[in-house]
């Protein structure tokens, strides 16, 4: 439950701004302290009135562990990745899990986009369970790229299969890894994707057609989560410039990379489709992945009561990882 008189107290400090200013919020990075959660906003206005669903947004957790079962099964390329992965490693991202969680009692829904563990162990599972779901057991994750490999600059190969390592995610994730939806307050469907690996399937795009009919029939809009972001086709976004960067490393292209690009496959493509082409109830695309703050516009469309076609832009926000500074978090309000 939402602890509206604590959650008044904390953000009635003073804002400090990192970058940006009032005039463009969607730019703006802001703490309350000098050494503080830094913070990103986005307001959508559903058109139905009522109390504002506030929700909080946070990504790339990247909790990094190894317990004693790990020790036990000796499995050689954790072991390996053990050796040469060093970063975000022995606690690193332990004290902003922990300051980022607190907040989650502030807020009607809290939703982590993926990377939550830093590679697949007991060990990082048992933490995030202890740092997340403990304090917060009704989380909505997204799952990314760390958390379904085990191999993370180590020498060895997994022997195992993908598909053995969804279900030991299954076993402690609290919703569905593939595609979970949530209605909050009656007026904005919450749709978490999987999308670690820059890809859709057919079934995710069956049940988001069925989440934006339900969405249309009664008003609501719908806010997309997931882990990787995807390609705008906008002709604006070819070299984008970062809000605050904490990872240099990757591309600044959003007009012809990432998951929707010419480069996806059928079934890829067809979700983005889908995504791109409901504009109308689509209001917004929530991220990590990156390493950096960015803000991009995905060239969209919808088709209006009169049957014509018109053309606008989707919203995407891409947060940098929380394990970074003194943490990150988006939040979001739907009024």
């Given amino acids: ?11 009635g400090r ?10 463009d919020e ?43 079962k790990d020790c036990i099964e000796q499995r050689p390329c954790i072991i390996s990745t053990r050796e040469n992965r060093i970063a975000f490693r022995d606690g690193y991202s332990v004290k902003n899990t922990v300051s980022s969680m607190k907040l989650s009692s502030f807020f009607d829904e809290t939703v982590i986009t993926g990377d939550i ?14 740092l997340v779901l403990r304090v917060n057991p009704n989380t909505l994750m997204c799952i990314g790229g760390h958390d379904i490999t085990r191999v993370m600059q180590g020498k060895v190969p997994d022997d195992t299969t993908i598909e053995s390592r ?31 690996r820059g890809r859709y399937n057919r079934a995710q795009g069956e049940k988001l057609l069925n989440d934006i009919k339900k969405a249309r029939n009664n008003g609501q809009i719908i806010l997309i989560f997931q882990h990787e972001p995807i390609c705008t086709h906008n002709e604006n976004e070819k070299n984008v410039d970062r809000i605050r960067e904490n990872d240099p490393s990757a591309s600044r292209d959003f007009y012809s990379r990432y998951a929707g690009n010419d480069l996806s496959d059928d079934e890829t493509k067809e979700v ?42 989707i919203p995407q926000y891409i947060l940098t990882g929380n394990m970074y500074d003194n943490g990150h978090a988006l939040i979001i309000s739907v009024k």
Avoid at 1 to 11: G, L, Q, R, V
Avoid at 172 to 195: E, G, H, Q, R
Wanted: glycine share 6%; proline share 1%.
């Fill in 26 to 68: 969607n730019k703006r990075i802001w703490c309350l302290e000098d050494d503080g959660v830094m913070f990103r906003t986005a307001e959508f206005d559903s058109g139905l009135g009522g109390e504002t669903v506030e929700i909080l947004q946070l990504t790339d957790l990247h909790l990094n562990c190894m317990n004693i």
């Fill in 14 to 23: 003073p804002k400090i701004n990192i970058v940006g200013s009032d005039e």
């Fill in 272 to 313: 983005y489709k889908t995504i791109t082409e409901n504009a109308d109830v689509i209001k917004g695309v929530f991220c990590g992945h990156y390493h950096c703050d960015l803000y991009t516009e995905i060239v969209a469309s919808y088709i209006d009561d009169n049957m014509n076609k018109c053309n606008t832009v």
């Fill in 1 to 11: 439950m939402k602890n509206s008189k604590e959650k008044a107290m904390y953000f």
């Fill in 117 to 130: 563990i830093d590679y697949l162990t007991w060990g990082s599972l048992e933490l995030m369970n202890e």
């Fill in 166 to 196: 969804y279900d030991i995610l299954r076993s402690y994730w609290t919703n569905d890894i593939f595609y979970f939806s949530k209605t909050a307050k009656d007026k904005v469907i919450l749709v978490l994707l999987n999308n670690d």
